[in-house]
């Protein structure tokens, strides 16, 4: 168990729905990191909050936004959805604190299904 | 951009035999990490061994051991006397110090008993 939640850990949905996917860090961790993975697109980051701003972008649609709340929880935000946003969502948190390195943990992912 | 490459989609390897799995990656920075990922049947996302780029030693976690060629910019995985329950996908991946992780497409391991 890394310490990291993830709720729900499945979701299915239809085209055109909107879905919140939801990521509790490890106490003590300031910094989330949301993650896709998908059948075409395999692995890749799209989104970085630390202390509850947003810190780095990548490969996220405009249909999608995320935000860190005061108690460091992490919310992302699916819209619009379409069937190749089906896939695996992984939230992982990190200390990010210092100039030392600081490990990513995983939480165990949310299966979005849109049918 | 950074990028990683795993060129072997599928491996496969007798059980108590030893089996390499490549890794090359871009990079323009000289401070970096590389890690191998294990993805089981369940899906999480387990670290299996780390690399820091400003040491030569190459990384090793009792089984599990890389080879580190910085210049070539290679990361291999071996995994000694395998395992059934190694039998996984391997993601290589690559991140600066604060950075986020940027993942190879996977291999996925067999373990034949």
Request: proline share 4%; glycine share 6%.
């Amino acid at each position: 168990d890394s310490g990291v939640t993830q709720t729900p850990k499945h979701l299915i949905t239809a085209t055109g729905q909107r879905v919140t996917l939801r990521c509790s860090p490890r106490s003590g961790d300031l910094s989330v990191y949301w993650y896709q993975q998908s059948l075409d697109q395999g692995l890749q980051f799209l989104i970085q909050y630390y202390n509850g701003e947003e810190r780095a972008k990548g490969n996220i649609l405009e249909r999608f936004s995320a935000q860190q709340f005061p108690d460091l929880h992490s919310e992302l935000n699916l819209s619009s959805l379409e069937l190749g946003d089906s896939a695996l969502y992984f939230c992982a948190s990190s200390v990010f604190r210092g100039a030392t390195y600081n490990e990513q943990f995983f939480g165990p992912g949310t299966r979005l299904t849109v049918l | 951009a950074q990028t990683v490459t795993q060129s072997q989609p599928e491996m496969s390897v007798q059980e108590a035999e030893t089996v390499t799995l490549s890794c090359t990656y871009d990079t323009s920075e000289s401070d970096y990490y590389l890690f191998w990922y294990k993805q089981p049947p369940s899906r999480q996302m387990i670290l299996v061994i780390r690399q820091e780029a400003y040491k030569q030693q190459n990384a090793t976690e009792n089984r599990f051991s890389v080879n580190f060629q910085k210049a070539a910019k290679s990361f291999s995985l071996k995994i000694s006397d395998s395992q059934l329950g190694d039998a996984a996908m391997y993601f290589c991946a690559y991140r600066t110090l604060k950075g986020p992780l940027v993942f190879g497409k996977g291999t996925r391991l067999s373990v034949i008993a």
